[in-house]
């Protein structure tokens, strides 16, 4: 079996549940649940016996050597991390805690583990590391995109944090040879996107009729890539990667945030009119004809990177993986998706979220 962390997050969830519908081999998945980890995503697993949920955390040393002993993965798939940008600039301490000294424990478990290995499997071990691109910093307009081997200049506790759990990857390929492989890859969105992230915020406030936060003039760029696209790219590198080597993952779609919002806009009203529904401004209480009229330009975020972008060249070389999905059919699928699924949106607007909301965007900055 293989063992995944952070299984129940956005992009963990999705990769378990793409493994499961397309191998038969058994999945570990260990979530400390956390604000964004939700079991509703792993609903249609409850009955199967490929999917063994562990409800813990990836720090406890003690819960790590026993998982490693009793049911002794062949690779460790590692999503687990406080992942939002936003949080991290509030609270960088959950950050450390998690994706510097929880990598580390679950390398020191991986290591101890792999070392009693019998050779041929110690050779067939995989220790997969998902990464970001936030770790090589920012770039300017005219700057070619980062590829594997761009300098790490983070900026956010959150890229600091990751940047270090990169490190710490290498440095145990490095020094002990554990046969690691890491990805770093661009904005992901697609089903079970937290409604913290960007796009899933603008569709949930959008159907709210909410005001839509767009950070500073807007024109900060991303590389976005379909969530599914994402998880096939890293069952390709913990199939075939070559041990010790980064994989930069892409979707070779460079959009300005403000366009992103407008695309989303343009697609709630063709897909669920605010009229037909009676949607109102929630601030002038007037009806609203269309979602654009919602957006909102407000303070940006401290130490905002200005642009990303991803050369996705040495996997699609190496490894012959590509993205399946344009930018144009993967937002579809997410606008529709969203549509679809009310319930889940609902029951994730809890009393943390609400709280969440509040701090980041109606109170005054400190
Ligand atoms: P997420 O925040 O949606 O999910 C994180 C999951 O990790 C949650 O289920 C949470 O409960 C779990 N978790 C958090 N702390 C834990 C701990 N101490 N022990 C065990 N489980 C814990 O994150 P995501 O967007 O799905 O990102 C997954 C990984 O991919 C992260 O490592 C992130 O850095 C990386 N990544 C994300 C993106 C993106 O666009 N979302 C892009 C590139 C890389
Ligand atoms: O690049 C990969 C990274 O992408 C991942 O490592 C992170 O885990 C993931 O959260 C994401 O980070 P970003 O900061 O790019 O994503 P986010 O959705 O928070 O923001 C995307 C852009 O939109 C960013 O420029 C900030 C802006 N934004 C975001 C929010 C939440 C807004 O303008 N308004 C908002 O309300």
């Known amino acids: 079996?293989?063992?995944v962390t952070g299984g129940a997050g956005f992009i963990g969830s999705n990769f378990v549940l793409q493994w499961h519908a397309s191998t038969t081999e058994p999945v570990l998945n260990l979530d400390a649940l956390t604000y964004a980890g939700n079991m509703?995503?792993?609903?249609?697993?409850?009955?199967?016996?490929?999917?063994?949920?562990?409800?813990?955390?990836?720090?406890?040393?003690t819960l790590l050597e026993?998982?490693?002993?009793?049911?002794?993965?062949?690779?460790?798939?590692?999503?687990?991390?406080?992942?939002?940008?936003?949080?991290?600039?509030h609270?960088?301490?959950?950050?450390?805690?998690?994706?510097?000294?929880?990598?580390?424990?679950?390398?020191?478990?991986?290591r101890a583990y792999w070392n009693d290995l019998a050779a041929e499997e110690q050779q067939a071990f995989r220790f997969l590391h998902v990464s970001t691109d936030e770790v090589y910093g920012t770039l300017g307009p005219a700057d070619p995109a980062f590829t594997e081997t761009t300098p790490y200049a983070p900026n956010s506790p959150y890229s600091a944090?990751?940047?270090?759990?990169?490190?710490l990857v290498r440095a145990y390929h490095h020094t002990?040879?554990?046969?690691?492989?890491?990805?770093?890859?661009?904005?992901?969105?697609?089903p079970y996107h937290f409604p913290e992230k960007l796009i899933p915020l603008m569709i949930v406030n959008a159907l709210a009729g909410k005001p839509l936060p767009v950070y500073g003039d807007g024109q900060q760029i991303r590389d976005w890539l379909y969530v599914k696209d994402h998880c096939s790219a890293i069952r390709r590198v913990l199939e075939a990667g070559r041990t010790g080597e980064?994989?930069?993952?892409?979707?070779?779609?460079?959009?300005?945030?403000?366009?992103?919002?407008?695309?989303?806009?343009?697609?709630?009203?063709?897909?669920?009119?605010?009229?037909a529904r009676h949607v109102q401004h929630s601030v002038t209480g007037k009806p609203l004809q269309r979602y654009a009229e919602?957006?909102?330009?407000?303070?940006?975020?401290?130490?905002?990177?200005?642009?990303?972008?991803?050369?996705?060249?040495?996997?699609?070389?190496?490894?012959?993986?590509?993205?399946?999905?344009?930018f144009e059919t993967g937002i579809r699928k997410t606008v529709r998706w969203y549509l679809a699924n009310q319930d889940w949106v609902a029951n994730v607007q809890n009393g943390s979220y609400r709280d969440w909301i509040q701090r980041q965007y109606e109170e005054p900055r400190e």
């Not at 000294?101 to 478990?109: C, K, Q, V």
């Not at 460079?254 to 697609?267: M, P, S, Y």
């Open 66 to 89: 026993r998982l490693f002993a009793e049911h002794r993965p062949r690779a460790v798939v590692h999503f687990a991390a406080e992942s939002h940008v936003d949080r991290s600039i």
């Open 294 to 326: 919602l957006i909102t330009h407000v303070a940006d975020r401290p130490g905002h990177d200005r642009r990303y972008a991803i050369d996705a060249r040495k996997i699609e070389r190496e490894l012959g993986w590509k993205p399946a999905e344009t």
């Open 1 to 3: 079996m293989i063992l």
């Open 91 to 110: 609270g960088p301490e959950a950050f450390v805690h998690t994706n510097v000294n929880g990598t580390f424990r679950l390398l020191e478990a991986a």
């Open 176 to 190: 002990y040879g554990l046969p690691t492989l890491t990805t770093n890859c661009s904005n992901n969105y697609g």
């Open 40 to 61: 509703e995503n792993l609903r249609s697993l409850a009955d199967s016996s490929r999917h063994v949920f562990v409800h813990g955390d990836i720090t406890d040393a």
């Open 161 to 167: 944090s990751k940047a270090a759990s990169d490190h």
């Open 246 to 275: 980064t994989y930069n993952v892409g979707g070779w779609n460079e959009k300005a945030n403000i366009d992103i919002v407008h695309t989303v806009c343009a697609l709630l009203d063709e897909l669920a009119p605010a009229p």
